[in-house]
């Protein structure tokens, strides 16, 4: 499977830490980096790296494309070993868009495909299959989104415009889906984007109780 992950030039630990994970996982092999957009601008730089991506992908041929940010890790093998002979079933079927590998949202409808759940509101960007054809559709969203993240948001609430919070509204007409068991998350690490050390994954185990 082709695709990119993406990557701050500054951030030479995480770009060891993926390389080491394509040498571990063969199903990572063809994701190649993508030099990530630095911006000051609270999420600027992760939604212009983003739309580089599915622009690039854009330009490809392939069915489908995996986009990955380089905190990604896998803490259940036998879960992803799973995930990947399942995922083999059903890679061409139709009825599915998105395939998001650290689901973050409202499970919509259980074993909409077997061993898959449809989930609405993700708001994990961290990695994610898409189907070529639907990123003609994302893309624009990802725009507009970026666009109001230069314009600034002021609150209340979360920040409509940040990647994993303006495709909320496509998923509730689109097929977004996650494997039933949880295999990945974010390396817990410092956050060029929170200015922080973050820890999310306690979220991401806790799926299956949404």
């Not at 919509?108 to 960007?125: E, G, L, M, S, V």
């Not at 956050?191 to 185990?205: A, M, P, T």
């Amino acid at each position: 499977m082709n695709g990119f992950y993406i990557n701050l030039a500054h951030r030479t630990d995480r770009r060891s830490h993926f390389e080491k994970l394509k040498n571990d996982f063969p199903f990572f092999k063809n994701i190649k980096r993508m030099e990530a957009v630095y911006s000051k601008q609270y999420g600027v730089g992760c939604a212009a790296s983003h739309i580089n991506c599915l622009s690039e992908c854009q330009k490809q041929s392939e069915p489908y494309y995996l986009i990955m940010e380089d905190d990604f890790f896998i803490f259940n093998k036998t879960h992803f070993n799973n995930f990947t002979k399942e995922f083999e079933k059903i890679k061409d079927d139709k009825d599915w868009d998105v395939i998001t590998l650290t689901p973050r949202g409202k499970t919509q409808i259980k074993n909409f495909k077997p061993y898959f759940n449809k989930i609405i509101y993700n708001q994990a960007a961290t990695a994610y299959i898409i189907k070529s054809d639907f990123i003609k559709k994302l893309l624009p969203i990802m725009q507009n989104g970026l666009k109001g993240l230069q314009n600034g948001y002021q609150g209340p609430g979360p920040n409509p415009y940040c990647t994993d919070q303006c495709w909320k509204p496509i998923q509730l007409e689109s097929n977004w889906l996650y494997f039933h068991q949880i295999f990945g998350g974010q390396i817990p690490s410092y956050s060029d984007i929170e200015g922080r050390v973050v820890n999310y994954n306690k979220r991401f185990l806790e799926q299956y109780n949404y």
